[in-house]
């Protein structure tokens, strides 16, 4: 079975900063996909980035990017420019193909310091 | 467009009674899940939906849970005889397709709390 980690409870981060949070997985499967989930304090679990397994760059939408290295079953993601409005809990999740389901982490929550 | 909504927001009841969740997937998309999330946890997989096959049921934790999912659009959780472990954020999510490329889309969730 599928299993994520992430080691890092809480992070925090200075407004404007850059921060990474980890994430390690463990699977046997060679094509599948990876997803990092922010959510807020409403509870909705909004989609940050994607990676697909089969592609070698890794993803990036605007201060998002992510560290996909496929050989270690690492996917990191690093915020840039910090803002108030990522605080939040983020989930890192995988799910491969023919299984329907997202498997996940536990999470870790980002502080942002003003 | 509308995303997934979900009622109600919260629910609190006694110990012994059923409840009934409820999920509107986004217009048009085939694919419908519920995960659990329990305090300090990450979301566990319960059950999931697509078109009109026989739904995966391999996540529900006893057979006090049972989901139905009417005209292919809306879905129904239902827990029986509630125990206090039931206490938990029950997201409902959905898909365009099924398939390990598609996105899951959440909705904002109903907290549970059992007495």
């Known amino acids: 079975a599928q299993t994520v980690t992430q080691s890092q409870p809480e992070m925090s981060v200075q407004e404007a900063e850059t921060v990474t949070l980890s994430c390690t997985y463990d699977t046997s499967e060679s094509d599948y996909y990876l997803f990092w989930y922010k959510q807020p304090p409403s509870r909705q679990m909004i989609l940050v980035i994607r990676q697909e397994a089969y592609k070698q760059q890794n993803a990036t939408e605007n201060r998002f990017s992510v560290n996909f290295q496929k050989a270690a079953k690492s996917f990191s993601l690093k915020i840039s420019d910090s803002q108030l409005g990522d605080a939040a809990m983020y989930f890192c999740?995988?799910?491969?193909?023919?299984?329907?389901?997202?498997?996940f982490g536990t999470g870790t929550r980002l502080t942002i310091i003003p | 467009g509308a995303g997934v909504s979900q009622s109600p927001s919260n629910k609190v009841t006694e110990k012994g009674k059923d409840v009934e969740l409820r999920c509107d997937p986004i217009s048009g998309h085939t694919a419908l899940y519920w995960y659990r999330q329990s305090l300090g946890q990450g979301l566990e997989f319960l059950i999931y939906?697509?078109?009109?096959?026989?739904?995966?049921k391999s996540g529900l934790p006893s057979d006090r849970f049972s989901a139905e999912r009417t005209g292919g659009s809306v879905s129904t959780l239902t827990i029986q005889r509630t125990q206090q472990e039931d206490s938990a954020v029950y997201l409902c999510?959905?898909?365009?397709?099924?398939?390990?490329?598609?996105?899951?889309?959440f909705g904002p969730g109903t907290r549970l709390l059992v007495l």
């Open positions: 999510a959905s898909s365009l397709a099924s398939g390990a490329q598609e996105t899951q889309y």
């Open positions: 999740a995988y799910k491969g193909f023919g299984n329907e389901k997202l498997t």
């Open positions: 939906f697509q078109g009109n096959s026989a739904p995966d």
